[in-house]
């Protein structure tokens, strides 16, 4: 078997269009590596389980005997103290946890002061 003679010219080409198909692929064409793209789970592992506590979080506040007093006191605190007001409350705190996720007590406390108006 005969070596070309230009090998060079075509090594050289195959590695320009490596490096240039990995530049197209990760630009423009969603390659993601491997650590970014455990990152991306865990935060929509993570806004999966906020989004699924939240409404058990706001039904536990609910259900308390004065929860109306609660939940105008609630609307009156900024925005970014609902949070802790809930989280504080305890209704925030799952079972089997320690601590209230500071997330769902965040997401909890806009659902309760910022109820979502009914259709027509």
Request: glycine share 10%; proline share 5%; aromatic share 6%.
């Amino acid at each position: 078997m005969e070596m070309p003679k230009n090998i060079s010219t075509i090594l050289w080409s195959a590695a320009g269009g490596a490096a240039l198909a990995m530049v197209v692929g990760f630009s423009w064409g969603g390659w993601v590596t491997g650590g970014s793209a455990r990152t991306a789970q865990t935060s929509a592992s993570h806004d999966a389980v906020v989004v699924a506590l939240a409404p058990i979080c706001a039904e536990r506040f609910r259900a308390q005997s004065d929860s109306a007093t609660k939940i105008a006191e609630l609307a009156k605190s900024s925005s970014w103290d609902r949070g802790n007001v809930v989280a504080k409350s305890g209704y925030a705190t799952m079972p089997g946890s320690k601590d209230a996720d500071s997330d769902v007590a965040r997401a909890c406390g806009e659902m309760l002061a910022n109820p979502p108006t009914p259709k027509t």
